[in-house]
């Protein structure tokens, strides 16, 4: 696994005190495993199975307005490919592409000072995932997630 991260201080704006950032994170993942998959329902033999690579780009701004909220907005693209496994369609039969997982990730933070230690703060994450694999017997692979929150946080 490997990262990557650019950020770049944006000029500030007097008047809303606003300071912020902008960036972007890269990031490479593989997994060279030895684990292999047997279908007995099609007599099919598939090495390297687990096997694959993944890379991630994620755009990102993140700031501070009137010197007290800060926020944070980000997106994240990341694209699986399994070096060895074919995408199956809804029956399970095999295709002759490989199976590619896209993910695209949507999440923000808010954060406001109530007092000393105490802070008003939101979150959520948005993804989705679509990939070319219509085969969803065994495990779901295409999908929407999304979770939220409210609530005040106590630092100590």
Do not use: C
């Not at 199956?88 to 949507?106: A, K």
């Amino acid at each position: 696994q490997a990262g990557l991260g650019l950020t770049q201080v944006l000029p500030e704006m007097p008047l809303a005190r606003l300071q912020s950032l902008a960036g972007i994170d890269f990031a490479y993942t593989m997994l060279d495993s030895d684990q292999d998959n047997y279908d007995a329902s099609r007599t099919r033999f598939n090495p390297g199975y687990y096997d694959y690579v993944e890379l991630h780009a994620a755009p990102k701004v993140a700031g501070r307005f009137f010197g007290k909220l800060d926020w944070a907005f980000v997106y994240d693209y990341g694209r699986r490919t399994y070096n060895h496994r074919p995408a199956q369609n809804s029956d399970g039969d095999y295709l002759t592409d490989q199976f590619v997982l896209p993910l695209h990730t949507f999440s923000y933070s808010l954060r406001y000072p109530l007092l000393q230690s105490l802070a008003l703060i939101a979150q959520g994450v948005y993804r989705q995932s679509k990939s070319n694999m219509a085969y969803e017997k065994t495990y779901r692979y295409n999908y929407v997630s999304q979770h939220y929150f409210v609530g005040l946080s106590w630092q100590y």
